[in-house]
Structure formats: C-alpha cells, structure tokens
C-alpha cells in the first residue's frame, strides 16, 4: 500500500522538474499527431494509437503525470476536431484520467527494459506491458467508455437494472456494443506488440540521452 501512494507521491514531485515538462510536451505533441491518423470505423468506433506516448509517459514519470497528459492530449484533439455534434463529456474525460492512472500504476519504476542474460526481468517487462493495456483496454474502452458514450449519446433511458429485465433493451445495447468489442479483441494483441517494442528502447533512449546530459 506504501508504494501505491509513493507512486504518486513521486509522480506529482516530477512536474517540478524542467526534463518532465519538455519530454512530456514533446511525447503529448506526439499523440496529438498519432491521434490526427486515426482509421475512424464508425462515430463509436475508431483505431488509434496513442496509447503509444502515453504508455511512454507513464514508464517515465507515473500515474500524476500521465492522467494529466491524457487528459490534455483528449482536450486538445476534441478542439482540433471540432467536427462532432457530440459536446465534450466529463464523464469520458474521467474515463481518460483513469487510463493514465491505471498505466502509471503498473509501468512506473518498472525499468522496461529486455535482457537477454536475465530472462525473468524480461519477462516481467511483457508481463507489465500486456497487464496495463490490458486494464485499460478491458475497464476504460469496453466497459466505461462503452457505458457512457450509450448513456449520453445513443439511448439516454437505458439503465443496467432494465437491461436485465429487457431483452429489447439489452439487445439493441449489445447490438451496438459488439463492433466495440471485437474492434478492441483485434487491437489488443497488436497495441501489445507494439508497446513491447517501443517501451524498451524508449527507456534505453531517455536514459543514454540524460546520462550524456548530467555527464556532459
């Protein structure tokens, strides 16, 4: 329980720091433009893969840090599209918050990294990877996200309570929510690939860069 707190005790502290507030800027500027490529499937439905820097974020600098970018990230793409009808939701934003906790929690102080002369550490660093996207995947996109944007933008009456009792009810819900599920299924897989290859060599990245800097 210690170090739940102490990782966001240590996460908050970070902000003070000028590294903190350049890497994150840039990794933010980063999503935005990983963001703008999204394969939009439906208005429910699209693929994107932010997850990326914001995954990165969380390895470097905690759950604080990382709930704040992701939240910044999903603002600044919301006034960027201004395409919707669909008014910005607090209760996604928190959804959004949640994410970047959930990946700070499990990546923070992780020290990513593959080794091939210590197999286990490896493996506890694809461990951690298919964990927080996983979480995230599972609780933010396929349960919260789905939930709130049916509640707020498709059928404002349904309840769960109902649901049980309506098949109509529970019906169209899933009609609507299969495409979401089996869109996330096939990310999965392919988000977790990537965040094992990039996570590594952007810890190794980070730490040659300011290793050279504090020496130079």
Known sequence: MKSFFLKFSDSAKSLGDIRTITVTGMLIALAIVIRSLAIQITIDVRIV?????????????????????????????????????????IQLALVIVLMGIIYGLVLYKADIRYDKNNL????????????????????????????????????????????????????????????RV????????IDCVLLIFTLPVANIAYRSVFKSVRNA
């Open 49 to 89: 893969f932010t997850c990326i820097p914001i995954a990165i974020i969380a390895m470097l600098y905690g759950p604080v840090v990382c709930s704040m970018s992701a939240l910044a990230i999903d603002i600044i793409g919301f006034l960027i599209d201004n395409k919707s009808p669909r008014g910005y939701s």
């Open 120 to 179: 286990r550490d490896s493996f506890g660093s694809i461990a951690r990877i298919v964990i927080a996207r996983g979480l995230v995947i599972l609780i933010c996109n396929m349960i919260l996200n789905s939930y709130f944007l049916y509640t707020l933008y498709i059928n404002k009456d349904f309840s769960l309570s109902e649901a049980l009792s309506n098949q109509d009810m529970r019906n169209a819900f899933l009609t609507w929510w299969s495409p």
């Open 182 to 189: 089996i869109k996330n299924l096939i990310q999965y897989p």
